[in-house]
């Protein structure tokens, strides 16, 4: 129903009045400014009217909403005037199918009709109607609209066309575009009778204008929801390298902390160790002297263990074969023991704490053994199938005799350790000699 | 042998000195920073050295064991509470005789003097 001067003027154009120029009736203004686009662009574009109408068709197959190419396509087809011309020539159905019918030009060799536009002779007039000109310039033209990025189509146009009908081709794809775009957002234009009639006349063009497969080839939303998903994934990309390096950096400077503290500890204990074995040499007595070497070995027997720390793959872990048997061989030669001692330790990982109570318990029970029997001496360990850890140490005597004196330090330090590790401390006599043993339960989860 | 020391704790130094004269040794010289050793060592003419890795001055055992090695034909056992594989590759071109742990277990130093005299025997 044509009740405004501009649907006046729109109907009188055309010939008929598309719900497109009717649209927005709550703002008048803005269809006004569409009309204004419209014939600027479109209707009054010096490109040949023909020419005109059959790109807006073609282009329409790349737009969800099927209200552009179902209006253009009657309007190819002489329901109303064509670019808003009454003397274009009308095409049949069979010229309009064939167009529709094109294969879009992602799907053909876009080299031949790129460089076919290229060679054309200047000045190159607009092509004739299904000319293989003219469907080298749709093809382009349908490039341009879909990828405007791709630089090589507009070039070829540019190249074809001379810089005045190019710039005029572009002022119709960008209407074209808008009015697409103004659809989109009106989805709900009703089809025109004209249209709907032209729709039950042809079934085949009535397919090809409403299930077209490319129709989703240019929704400007899904397009731009796609690259902002991929800005976002880009972004998101960054972001989490730099988390990354910044966890590395964080992760390398706690490395080189660990080993600054570490270096630090083992060579304090190395002091400690130093100052109780220079102060051995510095005794003025035989009792003071062996007070300090005492002390100095059970220092030894903790900075066997700190010796080895950190050097295995698991911090804060001590691989007890990696140091007994030096520990062992080395509290021989501080006892003055010239005798071989037999050495057998198992494969036994175990946290640090404890690694450093079985030195210490090592260190006491060897010491003893050397000071107070005979050889043959032993030091063995093993982990049994239930778990449970056990040290021996072995000489070839018989063991204390009961409640001699008082006990002594050493022996003091043996059962603290062995209550602080929940441990049971097992003598045993045989003819060949005398064997302590200590056993415990590893900590849960210790493999 | 004739050993230098070079460290620049002068606790560990002095324990040092005094477990290689245990074990049968000399110590020439003791020095504290890179610069001394290369001095001591021009002077003394040590059999072997025994190189701390963190020296006074902030100067570097490293450096030591390469100025050593290079100019004067000196191979050093490497005393170090900071022994990780990175550091053993650094020195290899200095062709160490061997790498003790701190805190040292003094027959681990005792193996290496051993080690270092079947060398210069050699």
């Known amino acids: 129903m044509v009740t405004s001067a501009l649907q006046r003027e729109v109907n009188a154009r055309f010939g008929l009045l598309p719900n497109f120029f009717a649209s927005a009736p709550d703002a008048p203004e803005i269809v006004e400014k569409l009309w204004d686009f419209a014939k600027s662009s479109y209707l009054d574009n010096p490109m040949p009217s023909l020419l005109k109408e059959r790109l807006f068709v073609y282009l329409s197959r790349f737009c969800e909403i099927r209200y552009c190419i179902a209006r253009h396509c009657a309007f190819l087809l002489g329901r109303g005037h064509a670019s808003g011309d009454p003397s274009v020539s009308v095409q049949s159905i069979g010229q309009a199918i064939h167009l529709l019918k094109t294969p879009p030009p992602w799907a053909r060799d876009t080299a031949m009709f790129l460089e076919g536009l290229e060679t054309l002779p200047l000045p190159q007039d607009w092509p004739a109607v299904e000319s293989k000109e003219e469907d080298w310039l749709i093809a382009a033209a349908t490039l341009v609209f879909v990828e405007p990025a791709r630089s090589n189509a507009r070039n070829a146009l540019r190249k074809a066309l001379g810089g005045k009908s190019f710039e005029h081709l572009l002022g119709l794809l960008a209407f074209i575009r808008t009015a697409h775009y103004w659809t989109v957002l009106h989805p709900n234009f009703a089809l025109e009778e004209d249209v709907k009639e032209l729709l039950s006349v042809n079934e085949e063009l009535a397919r090809l204008l409403l299930e077209d497969p490319e129709s989703g080839r240019c929704d400007i939303s899904a397009r731009l929801f796609a690259e902002l998903v991929e800005l976002r994934e880009l972004n998101e990309r960054r972001e989490l390298e730099k988390a990354k390096r910044a966890l590395e950096i964080e992760l390398q400077q706690k490395e080189a902390l660990l080993k600054e503290v570490n270096h630090r500890v083992k060579n304090s204990l190395q002091i400690v160790s130093s100052i109780l074995q220079l102060e051995v040499s510095y005794s003025s007595t035989k009792e003071s002297a062996d007070a300090m070497r005492n002390a100095a070995a059970r220092v030894l027997a903790v900075a066997a263990v700190h010796e080895r720390l950190y050097t295995g793959p698991q911090v804060g872990c001590v691989q007890l074969d990696s140091f007994l048997p030096d520990l062992t061989r080395q509290i021989g030669q501080a006892c003055d023991c010239r005798e071989f001692i037999s050495i057998d330790i198992d494969k036994v990982e175990v946290p640090t704490d404890l690694a450093i109570s079985l030195a210490l318990v090592l260190n006491e029970l060897l010491t003893n053994a050397i000071k107070h029997a005979q050889a043959p001496y032993g030091v063995r360990l093993w982990r049994d199938m239930g778990g449970k850890l056990t040290l021996t140490v072995r000489d070839g005597g018989q063991g204390p005799k009961p409640y001699e004196g008082t006990a002594g330090f050493g022996t003091r330090i043996v059962k603290a350790m062995a209550k602080q590790l929940r441990a049971v401390l097992e003598p045993q006599r045989d003819a060949s000699g005398y064997t302590i043993a200590l056993i415990l339960s590893l900590p849960a989860g210790n493999e | ?122």
């Open chain 2, 1 to 122: 042998m004739r050993v230098l020391v070079v460290e620049d704790d002068f606790i560990i130094a002095m324990h040092i000195e005094m477990m290689v004269s245990e074990f049968g040794h000399q110590v020439c010289a003791i020095a504290a920073s890179a610069g001394e050793a290369i001095v001591s060592a021009a002077e003394h003419h040590p059999d072997v050295a025994l190189m701390d890795l963190r020296l006074a001055d902030g100067s570097s055992g490293i450096e030591a064991a390469r100025e050593l090695y290079d100019n004067q034909a000196l191979r050093c056992i490497i005393l170090s509470a900071n022994l990780e594989e990175s550091t053993r590759r650094a020195l290899s071109p200095y062709d160490p005789i061997a790498f003790v742990e701190k805190p040292i277990l003094p027959l681990n130093l005792q193996c290496a003097l051993e080690k270092a005299e079947s060398a210069v025997r050699w």
